[in-house]
């Protein structure tokens, strides 16, 4: 069902992603280092997921979220769930005599060796034990919300390192990486700093954009079709008005009038939506109330730095244009804000409506 509240697991229940799709699977086929990229809620986990489900090879899937213990990586609860994915790949495959080699293995990042009856294995042998059966068939390894793995120890350096090595020699290997912070997945991935692991290597982006105000409309209309459920087109103009192309609210409020709320779903589903946000918001708000200050300034279109920093003076105290800039970069970087040249001169918004309705208040 379109309206529902998890991500997608099957291509049939993927709206308005053909095109996506379509590179996507053909970058699964010819590329080695993938990243599906967007806004917050906007559809990447159900893409990646739904294409991976019918992907004729073999994947692992692995949750970067998942893993989280006091602002950081869990090491071995990560590394255990990518060997126990990297088994269950091999024995639902036709891989099973590889798994033998595996036993014992326990991964602490590229180079890191285990010990196994006396001898030693690194992840990075073992992945090249399967890249040689393979025969053809590719390996997906793919990583959810990837830019968490700079919390991994050594800031993701061991990962990182590992990658390149995928890369560089195991032919069968396809790297795949989702992020909603955009800025902060590619600096973490260092493609251009000559001193990071995967300097150079080439990376294939896919950029998942809003859904423009045509499909939203037809996303709300399909929904409550398949639920045989009338909704009027005014309350569905003003539903996407609210809520632009983002997929992932449109669904949410789908959900949340199918469950009995027909009356006031649109603001059940800005409240339940808000609440997420404020949660997302939280750790950096914690780290620096400039970020809350800048984030208010922009929700009110006071959108230029000079503007921004006189807003800040005026009503909050004194903010150095180091700090206002440094602060403007991280919110970007993490996809709070975007920016765009007006008439030469750099103007910021806020791409997801919902961060805007919390900054406001
Ligand atoms: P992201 O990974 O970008 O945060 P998700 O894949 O988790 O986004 O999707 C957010 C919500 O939107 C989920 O409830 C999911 O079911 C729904 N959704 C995402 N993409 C689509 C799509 N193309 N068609 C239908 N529903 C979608």
């Given at each position: 069902m379109l309206f529902s509240i998890e991500p997608k697991h099957s291509l049939r229940d993927i709206f308005n992603r053909k095109e996506e799709?379509?590179?996507?699977?053909?970058?699964?086929?010819?590329?080695?280092?993938?990243?599906?990229?967007?806004?917050?809620?906007?559809?990447?986990?159900?893409?990646?997921?739904?294409?991976?489900?019918?992907?004729?090879?073999?994947?692992?899937?692995i949750d970067c979220r998942a893993y989280f213990r006091n602002n950081l990586i869990d090491a071995e609860a990560f590394d255990k769930a990518l060997i126990k994915g990297i088994e269950k790949t091999l024995k639902l495959g036709k891989l099973k005599k590889?798994?033998?080699?595996?036993?014992?293995?326990?991964?602490?990042?590229?180079?890191?060796?285990?010990?196994?009856?006396?001898?030693?294995?690194?992840?990075?042998?073992?992945?090249?034990?399967?890249?040689?059966?393979?025969?053809?068939?590719?390996?997906?390894?793919?990583?959810?919300?990837a830019q968490n793995l700079r919390f991994y120890r050594k800031g993701g350096k061991d990962l990182l390192n590992l990658f390149a090595y995928t890369y560089d020699n195991l032919r069968n290997f396809v790297i795949v990486l989702?992020?909603?912070?955009?800025?902060?997945?590619?600096?973490?991935?260092?493609?251009?700093?000559?001193?990071?692991?995967?300097?150079?290597?080439?990376?294939?982006?896919?950029?998942?954009?809003?859904?423009?105000?045509?499909?939203?409309?037809?996303?709300?209309?399909?929904?409550?079709?398949?639920?045989?459920?009338?909704?009027?087109?005014?309350?569905?103009?003003?539903?996407?008005?609210?809520?632009?192309?983002?997929?992932?609210?449109?669904?949410?409020?789908?959900?949340?009038?199918?469950?009995?709320?027909?009356?006031?779903?649109?603001?059940r589903t800005k409240e339940q939506a808000k609440k997420l946000v404020a949660k997302e918001l939280g750790a950096l708000i914690k780290r620096s109330m400039n970020y809350g200050y800048v984030l208010k300034a922009v929700s009110l279109h006071i959108n230029r730095f000079s503007q921004i920093r006189t807003y800040i003076e005026?009503?909050?105290?004194?903010?150095s244009d180091p700090t206002l800039s440094k602060i403007l970069n991280t919110l970007v970087k993490q996809s709070f804000l975007e920016q765009e040249y007006v008439d030469g001169v750099k103007r910021y918004s806020i791409p997801d409506p919902v961060v805007e309705y919390v900054c406001r208040e």
């Open positions: 799709v379509s590179t996507f699977q053909k970058a699964l086929q010819s590329e080695r280092l993938i990243i599906l990229d967007g806004l917050r809620r906007i559809g990447k986990t159900s893409l990646l997921k739904a294409v991976l489900e019918e992907f004729d090879g073999y994947h692992v899937f590889i798994l033998k080699s595996i036993s014992g293995l326990s991964f602490g990042g590229f180079g890191i060796s285990i010990e196994d009856k006396g001898q030693e294995t690194s992840l990075a042998e073992v992945l090249k034990n399967i890249d040689e059966a393979l025969k053809g068939k590719r390996f997906i390894l793919a990583f959810d919300e989702t992020g909603s912070e955009i800025g902060l997945l590619h600096d973490f991935l260092g493609i251009d700093d000559p001193d990071a692991p995967l300097f150079g290597r080439y990376l294939s982006e896919i950029r998942l954009q809003r859904f423009s105000q045509d499909k939203s409309l037809e996303f709300l209309r399909k929904g409550f079709e398949e639920l045989a459920i009338d909704v009027s087109e005014k309350v569905l103009e003003r539903v996407v008005d609210e809520l632009d192309g983002i997929v992932g609210y449109l669904s949410m409020y789908g959900y949340i009038y199918y469950k009995g709320n027909q009356v006031d779903a649109l603001e005026n009503n909050f105290g004194s903010i």
